[in-house]
């Protein structure tokens, strides 16, 4: 069966630190690619998706994800994280015909003013 | 405008029992998700919806649960003889495109504890 994973459940930073999630996807066929995130409080929200194309990726908040198809890998990255980074981030995979989403563990980003 | 919403916020009830979530997407989403939620998990897909059609059903954990969408806009998630396993944040969510890259727009979910 499809699987995601995500390496860190849980990543403590200082602002202005660099970040990068790991996400790791099982399926050797065409694949879209998303990475979601939930805010305190909120909804679960889209912050990047890749389909084709470049596979560098930029989505809102100046992150960033690399789509590397033979390490099977999505990783999430910012250069520099502020306090409002502090969310919930969730990695995602999409196959087939449907939008049905296969969705990674999770990983708690906190982020130390 | 108005998103995803979900009633009840939050339910309670004892194992055995019956109970219904509820799900308005978004005005013009012909697509709808359910998904599940569990305490440190990611959520995990259980129905899809195209219309008023359920287009896969494959995630449903067993024939416990059930889901409709009679007019193609809200849907109720039904599930029946309660345990304390489904305990969990269900999820719904919406979508404009039919496909695969349409974007998922989700709602604040349903909190449910089987005691």
């Known amino acids: 069966a499809q699987s995601v994973s995500q390496h860190n459940h849980h990543v403590i930073l200082s602002e202005a630190a660099s970040l990068e999630l790991g996400c790791n996807y099982s399926?050797?066929?065409?694949?879209?690619l998303f990475w979601y995130v939930q805010y305190p409080g909120q909804h679960l929200q889209l912050l990047l998706k890749y389909f084709s194309g470049d596979p560098l990726v930029k989505g809102i908040k100046g992150f960033e994800a690399e789509f590397i198809k033979s390490k099977f890998s999505f990783n999430l990255r910012k250069p520099s994280v502020q306090w409002s980074d502090t969310a919930e981030y969730f990695c995602a995979v999409n196959i087939g015909n449907t939008g049905k989403l296969i969705f990674g563990q999770g990983t708690t980003l906190q982020v130390k003013p | 405008g108005a998103g995803v919403s979900q009633t009840p916020s939050n339910k309670v009830t004892e194992k055995g029992k019956y109970v219904e979530l509820r799900c308005d997407p978004i005005?013009?989403?012909?697509?709808l998700y359910w998904y599940r939620q569990s305490l440190g998990q990611g959520p995990e897909f259980l129905i899809y919806?195209?219309?008023?059609?359920?287009?896969?059903d494959s995630g449903l954990p067993n024939d416990r649960f059930f889901a409709v969408r009679p007019e193609g806009s809200v849907s109720t998630l039904k599930i029946q003889r309660t345990e304390r396993g489904d305990s969990a944040v269900y999820l719904c969510?919406?979508?404009?495109?039919?496909?695969?890259?349409?974007?998922?727009?989700f709602g604040p979910g349903t909190r449910l504890t089987v005691t």
């Open positions: 919806f195209q219309g008023t059609g359920a287009a896969d």
């Open positions: 969510a919406s979508s404009t495109a039919t496909g695969p890259r349409g974007e998922q727009y």
């Open positions: 399926y050797g066929g065409t694949v879209n």
């Open positions: 005005s013009g989403h012909t697509a």
